[in-house]
């Protein structure tokens, strides 16, 4: 656990301070007992239920519905289609802006991809809902639909829009090449994935005249603000949402989807609240998911092991409507020093829906391939893998030369190898068995992941009976903003956490921008924070110009808060309580406003990542290719640690999900048919409790003055970077084999 840091530029965790406590989740008590009422929980009175009705093909039109059958059975209300859906202000393949996607909201009969809603039954109960549904029947008009990489055409996605990283590079990958002592070249391929929260998307829409209230998991409430106004020509401000919990978002939660808004179109037809729930089935086709990848790695080195080319080449999916793909090879822009580096992307038009983030968008499939073609060139270089990349260890930023905000992987490395063992680990594969016969092998990567920060907003309230309240439209997907959150805001306004309300998760509250891309934290913090030292700076004010008071003459500057009282820096025996502040004054409280974003200036001359190490060990069953992770050790540092219980949790549900890509999660479709073979968790592969090995999660102390006010860089995704290629290099390492086709599945083994 980070310690604090007398020469530290930022001012660490105080005595007293909430920041740096490992508090339990404030909000577990309620999810615990059932108190914490998610989404798909509310049921208001006269609420009529929806279900979907999607298609089973992949490409081409419905062509009939038999509307009769469904309106005929018994409890359907009604049958919503492309004849009767209501008409949108604007039609949903206009864009208005790079944060939002096309939508099929049946405006016409076209089917884009299988699971692509084509109707929506609505009934005075969820069964006679599902029911009509089915009844349906849809006909259609089938085309042969584009599945798989080989599929479909292929176009260089343009350099606007979301998750398209610019194509950079430097130097002569080819002169590069040319000169190099030795040269690897080796094409990775990873599987497409569907975000599978725990929580299935979930909408409860209820107009009052031109007022949309709707309860929702959301990610970015304020996005989906806007994008619901303008589908319905209304104002911002005339929807409300509301999204306390949420059991889980991975980035499908961060744009709204269709089947929400199918929900208020519904309720719109109706003149009645509607629930609608998507089902499993129902989360793979409009909601998003990681497309899949293959990936070219060409690396050159000289006799010394030194890169002298990194070229990354990325062949990804999109869908045939929108323009997400999966930006892999951002991080062989910044992970390790080479005088050549070029990254390229491609993506084919498939018959699928639109891909969207997932945790780690680019940097999880993009690392898997660079941290494999890494251990590779060790190999072939006969070096270990750790000293591997300690020689081509980057001290500034290759491509833009600019110096690292801080970066302490070289911590990392050492922290989590001598954590792991690794110095005693055999340069050859297929050297070690454990008492049963197994082959064991031990494999690392490096993990990486930008400090990113977007726009966020926050309100603070003193009292002067020493209360206080924060207020922020925040997001809790389950990551424990509830908590760190609160932490910073107490800590803001200088007062034991047990004294403040802290209220966030709607969007009648200021708009914290997304809870996504790692940057809530410091977003969302950071607003939280500006807004305590615009409350703690007036009540300053009041007391430093108070001739009555002890602290009168310090100047604004010259106090700090903390305990429910402030203090002279220069004495701090010399303070008073909030209380006596505000009631000499006659003020029964202070409010203030607080806004935090990227600074630009900053972002110019420094580069900012997280960065860790981890390390994997794996048994392979000799005869039956059975792959285990019987061992995993991340040592990550990320800035500044609000709350240490929390982030271990999150690098170890990050770690999982390496797990998880390298060997098990793979959505498999039909090309025949463009119909998912397993849109369901029996079929579609996560990791349980029996394939999640020991795991340690070391954080590793970092001072980043330069990366925002709070000194945070973001840990929600680094973890799946890095895990997924310390697998895959471990199960080399265990049998001398190398897959390049993830997940690594034991028929491949044999
Ligand atoms: Mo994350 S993929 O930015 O929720």
Redesign the pocket.
């Known amino acids: 656990m980070p310690e604090t840091s007398a020469q530290s530029p930022i001012e660490r965790t105080r005595h007293g301070s909430s920041i740096g406590q490992p508090l339990t989740r404030r909000d577990g008590p309620l999810k615990v007992t059932g108190q914490a009422r998610f989404a798909a929980d509310h049921l208001p009175p006269g609420t009529l239920h929806a279900a979907l009705c999607v298609a089973r093909i992949g490409r081409g039109r419905v062509t009939g519905l038999d509307v009769a059958a469904a309106k005929a059975h018994p409890g359907v209300v009604a049958v919503m289609t492309p004849e009767n859906a209501p008409k949108l202000a604007k039609h949903p393949d206009e864009k208005d802006g790079p944060f939002t996607f096309r939508l099929d909201l049946l405006q016409d009969s076209a089917v884009r991809y299988a699971n692509q809603p084509v109707a929506v039954v609505v009934a005075e109960t969820l069964e006679a809902a599902t029911e009509g549904a089915r009844l349906l029947a849809p006909r259609y008009a089938v085309e042969s639909p584009r599945i798989g990489l080989d599929a479909g055409a292929v176009f260089t996605p343009p350099s606007v829009g979301v998750g398209q990283p610019p194509e950079e590079g430097i130097g002569d990958v080819e002169a590069g090449l040319g000169a190099a002592a030795k040269t690897i070249s080796a094409t990775y391929e990873t599987a497409a994935q569907y975000h599978n929260a725990m929580e299935p998307h979930a909408a409860i829409a209820i107009w009052e005249g031109d007022r949309l209230t709707l309860h929702t998991p959301s990610?970015g409430m304020a996005m989906a603000q806007g994008r619901l106004a303008g589908l319905f020509g209304l104002r911002p401000e005339d929807i409300h949402i509301e999204s306390p919990y949420l059991g889980g978002?991975?980035?499908s939660k961060?744009m709204i989807a269709g089947p929400q808004v199918l929900a208020c179109m519904a309720a719109r037809l109706v003149g009645r609240p509607v629930k609608l729930v998507a089902s499993r089935s129902q989360m793979f086709g409009p909601m998003g998911h990681r497309p899949p990848t293959r990936q070219t790695l060409r690396l050159g080195v000289d006799a010394d092991g030194k890169l002298t080319a990194l070229d990354h080449h990325t062949l990804t999916a999109s869908s045939t409507f929108d323009d997400f793909f999966e930006p892999s090879g951002g991080v062989s822009h910044t992970l390790y020093a080479s005088p050549a580096i070029s990254t390229r992307h491609e993506a084919v038009r498939l018959d699928t829906g639109t891909p969207l983030?997932?945790?780690?968008?680019g940097e999880a499939s993009g690392s898997v391939a660079l941290e494999s073609a890494v251990d590779e060139m060790a190999d072939a270089c006969g070096m270990d893998p750790l000293a591997f990349r300690l020689a081509n260890y980057a001290e500034v930023e290759p491509i833009s030369g600019r110096p690292f905000s801080s970066k302490a992987l070289r911590d990392c490395y050492r922290q989590g190898a001598e954590r792991f063992g690794w110095a005693g680990r055999p340069l050859k594969p297929r050297q070690m068995r454990d008492a049963n016969g197994l082959l064991v092998g031990w494999g690392m990567g490096t993990a990486t992941f930008p400090a990113l920060m977007f726009e966020g907003n926050a309100r603070a309230e003193l009292r002067a009976d020493g209360t206080g309240t924060v207020e922020i439209g925040a997001h809790d997907?389950g990551q424990g903003a509830w908590t760190a959150l609160a932490q910073i805001a107490a800590d803001g306004l200088g007062i034991p956490i047990e004294k403040l309300t802290f209220r966030m998760g709607s969007s009648n509250l200021p708009d914290a921008g997304i809870?996504?891309?790692?940057g809530h934290t410091a977003t969302a913090g950071g607003a939280i924070h500006a807004a305590g030292l615009d409350v703690i700076g007036k009540l300053a004010d009041l007391a430093t110009n108070d001739p009555a008071s002890a602290l009168y003459g310090a100047g604004n500057a010259g106090v700090v808060a903390r305990g429910g009282r402030l203090h002279r820096r220069d004495d701090e025996s010399r303070s008073e309580s909030f209380e006596a502040i505000l009631g000499r004054a006659g003020q029964p409280s202070i409010t203030g406003l607080g806004k935090a974003s990227s600074d630009p200036a900053a972002q110019k001359s420094h580069a900012m990542h997280a960065h860790g190490a981890v390390f994997a060990e794996v048994k392979v069953d000799p005869d039956l290719g059975q792959v285990r992770v019987t061992r995993l050790v991340g040592a990550f540092a990320a800035g500044r640690i609000i709350n240490p219980r929390l982030v271990t949790s999150q690098y170890y549900g990050g770690m999982i999900w390496g797990v998880s890509f390298a060997l098990h999660e793979h959505a498999a479709m039909d090309a025949r048919t463009g119909r998912f073979l397993n849109d369901n968790l029996a079929e579609y592969h996560l990791p349980v409790n029996a394939d999640t090995p020991a795991m340690e999660a070391i954080l590793v102390h970092e001072d980043d003055a330069v990366v925002n006010a709070l000194g945070v860089k973001g840990v929600?995704?680094i973890g799946i970077t890095g895990t997924a290629g310390a697998v895959a290099n471990a199960v080399w390492h265990a049998t001398g084999i190398r897959i390049r086709t993830l997940p690594i599945t034991l028929d491949t083994l044999l």
């Open positions: 990610q978002g991975f980035g961060g983030f997932m945790r780690a968008p997907m809870a996504g891309g790692s929600g995704e």
